[in-house]
């Protein structure tokens, strides 16, 4: 019933942007909260943002703090992640990920999409 599609991802250079994008489809949006995770080789998955859709408040993981944003487009069931000033410490897989229950609030999440993969060069 859940679904969650990446795209966006790509190779860009130290300094650079990048939008991801996650096309997102669910029972109920109103009970949603959506967000990315990443993670590099060698190194465990790690929260970066989320968007609770009916609100639209939002969360920053401690590492992206002040060089990304999440947002939404309702019209488009989409949720953005723009990443800027990216370093090559941010190559990773970025993943989507919505939850309906309150487990979000322990950065807990039981749908994921399945990835998109972003590469920084220095």
């Known amino acids: 019933q859940v679904q969650l599609v990446e795209s966006g991802g790509g190779l860009v250079q130290a300094g650079g942007s990048l939008r991801l994008s996650c096309e997102v489809s669910v029972p109920a949006f109103s009970r949603y909260v959506f967000g990315w995770f990443r993670q590099a080789p060698g190194k465990e998955r790690e929260f970066v943002a989320a968007?609770?859709?009916?609100?639209?408040?939002?969360y920053y993981g401690d590492s992206v703090k002040g060089r990304c944003t999440i947002s939404k487009e309702n019209s488009k069931n989409t949720v953005y992640l723009q990443l800027n000033s990216l370093k090559p410490e941010d190559t990773a897989v970025y993943y989507c990920?919505?939850?309906?229950?309150?487990?979000?609030?322990?950065?807990?999440?039981?749908?994921w999409g399945q990835g998109t993969q972003v590469t920084v060069s220095s």
């Open positions: 990920v919505a939850e309906g229950t309150t487990k979000w609030l322990k950065y807990q999440y039981d749908d």
């Open positions: 968007i609770v859709w009916a609100a639209g408040s939002t």
